[in-house]
């Protein structure tokens, strides 16, 4: 028997090398669970200066605020909300995403009566797991018109300028959900893939942010923010991957960019699907399977920015609980031939949670990844410029704002996926992302976690954390059968 079938004969949980590169939420979750299971050797390397990924909670007004995921979705079959279920870290959301007001670029505000029966409309035609959808080819911008103006028609007469123009804020609400640039690019029968947690789908993290959530799976000490609990002396911060040989003799070698070179018995690639799909040609040595890179290329990844600006005071009046944006022809047709094209795209401003002197606004798609490259001072000016163009009060100048920009950071390139009509036509799924590289041996070398690699919760928490778990499983899977061979 050669020295190398020796000694990967000899590996065992306690010697065993596991480096996980990314420690977001899909990486951390990996990390605690594998120690869980009697693992020694695990490292985490992670691109940024801190730890959560697309979890980033900041102190900002009263207390904090989330920059990347926000909510819990749903409570039934979600690890995230059993976790902290007991732990009186959750609500529910104000209703401010139902009851905002509807305001006209020429400044009208929609009575509420006609604001109400459009939402009603349009929510309807949210397709969770319609049957309707199981034989439509077409895409989610395609059925969510055609259920509109079929449910419009049974109403009494709404004036159907009015009716266009909330369809339009409605696509633009729903693009962010899916995170799409627009619903004409969203598979409808992929969006059956998508599985919704029964119970509340907006959970708020009351004053503590999401962040909370990752200090509970690391074991953090409450009283020190900067613990890393069980995690301590595991993560490599500012340790961005530049290769990962995963077929070199009997480990795999990652380089990093500060020329620092670690090997491992087994890697778990957490990054973004954006970071993939931007460098996996040069990341991965040698290249990766046919399938795999049609899954990177197939699966779509968008853009969602936020906006939060701090007023010394609620800066909206008692009965206007938030509002969108619905855009007149005539007026749409001039902004779009100037500077502030982008705001077209910048569909709705709400309260944040415990939070009323914070107004929060949303941005998708290609609008928002132009967005992210001007200037702070740029960005305010083109929201108060909107405030002014929509509002038929006088909004006071906030005393600073904050904005995302998840599209142009190196280590992201983007917010969360989607199934898209592109991913039907390659016929690939999360199923070819999440297969594990093996050796000859079976013994998995390279592992793949992360929101992007989940079948059915894709673009969440809980779906991210879920895929940690599972590529932790799939290790001590591995390691307990070798045990019960010898």
């Given at each position: 028997?050669?020295?190398?079938?020796?000694?990967?004969?000899?590996?065992?949980?306690?010697?065993?090398?596991?480096v996980i590169i990314g420690a977001g939420s899909a990486g951390i979750a990996a990390g605690t669970r594998l120690l869980e299971q009697g693992f020694k050797n695990v490292l985490l390397l992670e691109a940024e200066d801190r730890i959560g990924g697309r979890i980033h909670t900041i102190p900002f007004g009263d207390n904090v605020v989330d920059l990347g995921g926000q909510w819990c979705h749903g409570e039934k079959g979600n690890v995230v909300y059993e976790t902290v279920k007991d732990l009186d870290l959750l609500e529910a959301t104000e209703d401010h995403y139902e009851t905002f007001k509807c305001v006209r670029s020429n400044k009208e505000v929609l009575p509420d009566h006609i604001a109400d029966q459009l939402k009603d409309i349009a929510f309807k035609s949210i397709p969770d797991r319609q049957t309707e959808l199981l034989d439509f080819t077409g895409t989610l911008g395609d059925y969510c018109n055609q259920k509109f103006w079929k449910e419009l028609a049974k109403l009494p007469p709404i004036d159907l300028t009015i009716a266009k123009e909330f369809l339009e804020i409605f696509h633009k609400f729903e693009a962010s959900v899916e995170a799409a640039d627009h619903l004409y690019e969203v598979s409808a029968k992929g969006h059956l893939d998508y599985w919704l947690c029964e119970g509340e789908l907006l959970l708020n993290w009351r004053d503590k942010g999401y962040k909370s959530f990752l200090r509970l799976l690391m074991k953090a000490?409450?009283?020190?923010?900067?613990?890393?609990?069980?995690?301590?002396?595991?993560?490599?911060?500012n340790r961005r991957v530049s290769q990962i040989n995963w077929l070199a003799e009997d480990e795999v070698i990652i380089s990093c960019c500060n020329g620092q070179v670690i090997t491992a018995d087994h890697v778990i690639c957490t990054v973004s699907l954006g970071v993939l799909k931007e460098q996996h040609k040069q990341l991965f040595m040698p290249g990766l399977p046919l399938a795999k890179v049609r899954a990177i290329e197939g699966l779509k990844l968008g853009t969602v920015d936020k906006f939060f600006l701090e007023f010394e005071h609620p800066p909206l009046p008692s009965d206007w609980p938030a509002f969108n944006c619905l855009w007149l022809r005539e007026d749409l047709d001039e902004l779009r031939a100037s500077e502030l094209f982008w705001l077209e795209s910048v569909f709705?401003?709400?309260?944040v949670s415990k939070q009323p002197r914070i107004l929060q606004g949303w941005i998708i798609g290609p609008h928002a990844r132009h967005m992210e490259t001007l200037t702070e001072e740029k960005v305010l000016e083109g929201l108060?410029?909107?405030?002014?163009?929509?509002?038929?009060?006088?909004?006071?100048h906030p005393k600073r704002m904050l904005r995302t920009q998840w599209h142009a950071n190196q280590n992201f390139r983007g917010s969360y996926t989607f199934r898209s009509t592109y991913t039907d036509e390659l016929r690939t799924g999360a199923w070819d992302l999440e297969a594990p590289l093996l050796?000859?041996?079976?013994?998995p070398r390279l592992q793949f976690a992360g929101e992007s690699s989940h079948k059915h919760y894709y673009s969440t928490v809980h779906g991210a954390v879920e895929t940690g778990f599972r590529e932790a499983n799939r290790l001590n899977t591995y390691y307990r059968s070798r045990t019960a061979q010898l």
């Open positions: 028997m050669s020295a190398t079938s020796l000694r990967l004969l000899s590996k065992t949980k306690q010697n065993a090398r596991i000490r409450e009283d020190h923010p900067e613990d890393l609990g069980v995690l301590k002396g595991r993560v490599l911060l709705g401003f709400y309260p108060l410029w909107l405030f002014r163009k929509f509002l038929p009060f006088e909004m006071p050796d000859v041996g079976g013994r």
